[in-house]
């Protein structure tokens, strides 16, 4: 009997390249500019992403995309939560 394992690792990477063909698959969680900014606006001020130098990173990395892996399936991540986990979920089974 042979037992698959799933394991899911949220956050960024800057050097993503140097590992990521080691996984099975990548989700991007994408939203739009509107999303972003209101999630940043509700950061309390000690998390990564609400102080001034950190939110226009944040913003100029949603602009350039750069730091986005090209092969990665994108998720509408502006959908209520237990729809984007649910989509993921769904995602990751079609994969096996």
């Known amino acids: 009997m042979h037992i ?5 690792f949220c956050g960024g990477s800057r050097n993503f390249s140097k590992f990521i063909d ?5 989700f991007v969680l994408e939203v739009d ?5 209101q999630r940043l606006d509700e950061r309390p001020e000690d998390e990564w992403g609400a102080k ?3 939110r226009e990173l944040v913003l100029q990395l949603h602009q ?4 986005i892996p090209k ?13 984007v986990v649910d989509e993921i979920i769904r995602l990751s089974e079609e994969k096996k």
């Open 52 to 54: 001034k130098i950190e």
């Open 71 to 83: 092969n990665g399936t994108i998720i509408d991540a502006t959908a209520p939560i237990d729809h």
């Open 4 to 8: 698959k394992f799933i394991t899911f």
């Open 64 to 67: 350039t995309k750069e730091d």
């Open 33 to 37: 500019l509107d999303t972003l900014n």
């Open 22 to 26: 080691l996984f099975d698959g990548v």
